[in-house]
Each structure stands twice: as C-alpha cells, then as structure tokens.
C-alpha cells in the first residue's frame, strides 16, 4: 500500500511566520501534489511537482513556494504566513506519466492554523 | 468559476438503499473523471473513475455513470452502508487541465 505521510498533523504559526510542511510517499511516485482543502471550495492545488527539482504552479500558488530536492519528499512553504492560509492541507502523490491523470494517494493531512 | 460542481452539499440515505451523488462539469476537454471519499481526520481515498470512453463503470458496489451531452456524472452506491458515511468528491481532468475537484457531499447513512 503506498504510504504519503505529512509530518504534522495540527499546527498553530503566528503571522508572519516561515512554515514548512513536509511530505513524504514511499511507492517512489514522480509526481507529487500540494493541495489545500477549505469548506464549500473543495480541493484547490497549490504547486505539483513531476521530478526532483521540478515544480509547477498549481491554481493557488500565491503566497506559497515548494522544494523537490529528492524524489520522496516534496515540501510546501509558506514565506510569511497570514490568516487566510488557515486551512487543511494535504499532500498527494501519483505514478508517472501525465500528472493530472492517474489516481492520487493523499497524505492524511494538516490542520494549519494561523492566529 | 467551478469548472465542477457538486450542487448537494449533503445527502442522507437508509441503510440498504441507494445513494446517488451528483457532480456537473463545463469544461468540454475534460475526458476523465474520478471520484473521492474522505473520512473525518483523513485523506480523501481514491474510489472509482471512468474515461469518456465510457458511460458507465462499476467496482462492486461502486457504479459511475457518465453523461457526456450534459456534462454530468454520477456515483451509485448500492446497497448503502453506514461505513459508507464520509465525504465524496467528484474530480476532473482532460487535454492538459489540471485535475479539477468539487466542493464536496456530506454522505450520510443512517442505520
């Protein structure tokens, strides 16, 4: 079973804080996906990355930056938090190939809250 | 604006009985389709999907069905389950568009 695992499950930043959410998949996936899941939007996507040192913006990117320095982990950061980044995000990985077409194994999430 | 709609923010069924959840797409080039479910303090798990090649797939008791001229598609399950309870969402991607998810159903399966 493909394993993602986010390393944090609650987090409470300040404003103006640097946060790092870090993930990590098992099953050697190309791609890598962060999304952030907020009541009555659904899943929006952040960044994805198909390869190591490889990102693309996703519909959100404003306010985030990702890194891909190995395959396996694929981390989010947000430069200098604020409120409305108070959100569930989930990271998620898939097979090679078209990113946007195979099914995603996602992360169980963390809960960011930003005060 | 939602390029995927999922209209029903929540359904509540009879155990034994069918649920039917409902997601509407405008986006022509989207060619693939999935659905989602999502547990309380989990990640959503990938559940069924279907090309536009087809109307309709099944897994068990998991059927999806696809209407391309109303740019509809909709997920069967039968018979309903309480463990069935947990979020749904609807996704869809095609000619290079990122994958597109719906707000979501609240299912709701009572015993």
């Known amino acids: 079973d493909v394993k993602v695992t986010q390393s944090s499950r609650y987090l409470v930043k300040r404003t103006g804080e640097k946060v790092f959410l870090e993930c990590v998949q098992d099953?050697?996936?190309?791609?890598m996906f962060w999304y952030r899941q907020d009541p009555g939007l659904g899943l929006r996507l952040i960044y994805f990355?198909?390869?190591?040192?490889?990102?693309e913006k996703g519909d959100i990117p404003e306010g985030y930056s990702v890194s891909r320095e190995k395959k396996e982990r694929f981390s989010l950061i947000l430069e200098s938090a604020s409120t409305n980044q108070t959100s569930m995000y989930l990271c998620?990985?898939?097979?090679?190939?078209?990113?946007?077409?195979?099914?995603?194994?996602f992360g169980n999430g963390t809960r960011l809250t930003v005060t | 604006d939602q390029q995927v709609k999922q209209n029903s923010p929540s359904l509540s069924v009879q155990e034994g009985r069918i649920s039917i959840l409902n997601c509407d797409y405008t986006?022509?080039?989207?060619?693939?389709f999935l659905w989602y479910k999502k547990y309380p303090a989990e990640g959503p798990t990938f559940l069924i999907s279907?090309?536009?090649?087809?109307d309709k797939n099944e897994d068990g008791r998991f059927t999806v069905f696809l209407n391309k001229s109303a740019k509809h598609l909709s997920l069967h399950i039968v018979p309903s389950q309480p463990g069935d309870s947990a979020v749904y969402f609807c996704?869809?991607?095609?000619?290079?568009?990122?994958?597109?998810f719906g707000a979501g159903t609240i299912l709701r399966v009572k015993s």
């Open positions: 998620a990985s898939s097979f090679g190939g078209a990113p946007h077409n195979s099914p995603l194994h």
């Open positions: 099953m050697d996936h190309e791609n």
């Open positions: 990355s198909y390869d190591v040192k490889m990102k």
């Open positions: 986006n022509s080039m989207f060619d693939y």
């Open positions: 279907i090309s536009s090649i087809k």
């Open positions: 996704a869809a991607s095609g000619d290079g568009n990122k994958l597109v």
